[in-house]
């Protein structure tokens, strides 16, 4: 009853954060989503009523089911691998384009305008000095 309730709540908390507008409570419920299916997955295995996995110690019939552990081990690593990229794209916001003027097709190619590089990301913009230096 106890991670059903649980389980209830995280989704409610999922979906509402989900629901609003910026991008930072999107991950933020995405998150909390991960940790719904999660346990949800280890509710399905029933852990309550089996012993441990080890077939030294308890009889083959009583082992737990390793499976569901497996998956929630993998998924965890995958939530967090994700949270982290989608953060990382959050804090860069709208204005991470790296020109600062926008290319019109009468425009020729300056070589003293960077194109986009490790120099100008995250709305940086850098020029290049005549003899090739960065200012």
């Known amino acids: 009853m106890v991670m059903a309730l649980t389980i209830a709540v995280l989704m409610a908390g ?20 991960g940790h719904a299916s999660n346990l949800t997955l280890l509710a399905a295995g029933v852990g309550a009523w089996r012993g441990e996995a080890f077939p030294s ?34 804090a860069l916001g709208k204005h991470d384009d790296t020109s600062e003027h926008k290319l019109d097709d009468d425009r020729t190619y300056d070589p003293t305008q960077l194109s986009p590089s490790s120099l100008s990301t995250a709305g940086r913009n850098a020029r290049v000095a005549a003899e090739g230096v960065a200012e």
């Open 57 to 90: 110690r308890t009889p083959f019939e009583d082992l737990s089911d390793p499976l569901p552990q497996a998956f929630v081990l993998t998924a965890i690593v995958i939530a967090m691998a994700t949270t982290t990229i989608l953060l990382m794209l959050a």
């Open 14 to 33: 999922a979906v509402y954060l989900i629901m609003q507008r910026g991008m930072v409570r999107i991950i933020f419920g995405m998150s909390l989503f």
